[in-house]
């Protein structure tokens, strides 16, 4: 099974940008789905999750920014993420909540000020 994120890139702060991730299988069912972020040195964190019948959490430096959202049909996660920040620079990767699978290669976000 392989986890590809797609959609990252260079924008500027407040600009918008919106993340896929696509599994090779049928893995998504029944799992609840997250976007975790990691900047070099500093652990993986997770930013958004979204329940198998669609309830959403999130960390709260992103709340009211980044949407998260998935297709199980199309066995597809999506991050919408809004006016971001420097901060919100990281590579960014798609996994289950618990259950994880071999993580993927992440997609980078850079955000400049």
């Known amino acids: 099974v392989q986890l590809q994120a797609s959609g990252g890139g260079l924008v500027q702060a407040g600009g918008s940008l919106r993340l896929s991730c696509a599994a090779s299988?049928?893995?998504?069912?029944?799992?609840?789905m997250a976007w975790y972020r990691q900047v070099p040195g500093k652990q993986r964190e997770l930013v958004a999750r979204?329940?198998?019948?669609?309830?959403?959490t999130y960390v709260d430096s992103v709340k009211g920014r980044f949407t998260i959202s998935r297709d199980s049909a199309k066995n597809t996660v999506y991050l919408q993420m809004n006016n971001l920040k420097p901060e919100d620079t990281a590579v960014y990767y798609c996994?289950?909540?618990?259950?994880?699978?071999?993580w993927g290669q992440g997609t980078q976000v850079t955000v400049s000020s």
């Open positions: 299988g049928r893995i998504f069912s029944g799992y609840a």
């Open positions: 979204v329940s198998p019948l669609g309830t959403t």
């Open positions: 996994n289950r909540v618990s259950g994880l699978l071999t």
